[in-house]
């Protein structure tokens, strides 16, 4: 019997060797595999993240949305606002895309907003280092609806003012109050203009954007936009996403408006933090 044990044992010994020099033998083969090359050369990939939830890849698609807050320059109340943004690399050098953003919340206590900005775009790239520069085109379409949240009294003058009333726009009726406040997010109708914007990676795990852009409509408006912003760069801590996706960025982007040929004077701002996926 013990000479029995010894046998299996001597077995067993042989076999686990065996197997595990199979599958080194797997390991090196696969390794060869130009899928291995192709996946090994996707590891060493690197993005650089630029404005609005998206990110210089060189090719493929990607996908960004983001969620915030839009601050005016006067006496409304701030509004939640998000977005969604999509573009594809035609060329290392070439991409185009669009994005859809929304604002909506209370403007004061008597009045809602909700507006809405869809837009398209083309952009031409110049990559150098770990810096990528573009300037692109713009076309947008952008519309406001307001709506009453209390019903109006005819007589404006016998209008009651209740202690809750903090802001100064709830002694304004509700014409007076959406004259005054659609001058700081809206452009009203289908608007057209042109894009800077840079992303930088600075370290292996945060990047920096900065993002400008003019538009002009119709009613002869003028919308400037700056939008500096700090990214992270996800993929180099997710492991799942280091093997799946060419680029994945973790965005905070603080941006200012100012609209021109109005008479309207300040700066509205946004806040926005979003993620970015590129395939």
Known sequence: MPFLFLLIALVFGLSASFAADAVDQHVEDKSDSPATDTLSQQKEYRSIPLPGQ?????????FGMGFGM???PH??????????????????????GGNVRFYGGDLDNDVMVMYQRYSGYIRLHTTIGSVDMYVGSVLGFENTSFAEFRKQVSDKSTKKNHWWKTSSLAELDSAETEALCEQSFSLSGFSGGISLG???????????TFGAQLDYNFRKDFLLSLVP???FNLREVWPWVSQTLRSSWISFEVGGQKYMNRRKD??????????????
């Open 266 to 279: 300040g700066w509205s701002k946004t806040v926005f933090l979003g993620i970015q996926f590129g395939a």
């Open 75 to 96: 006496d409304c109340d701030c509004m939640g606002s998000w977005q969604v943004q999509m573009e594809y690399f035609y060329l290392d050098w070439l991409s185009g």
């Open 198 to 208: 840079a992303g930088y990676n600075f370290s292996r795990l945060f990047g920096g």
């Open 70 to 72: 839009y601050i005016p």
């Open 229 to 231: 912003g700090i990214a």
């Open 54 to 62: 998206t990110a210089y890849n060189g090719v493929g698609l990607t």
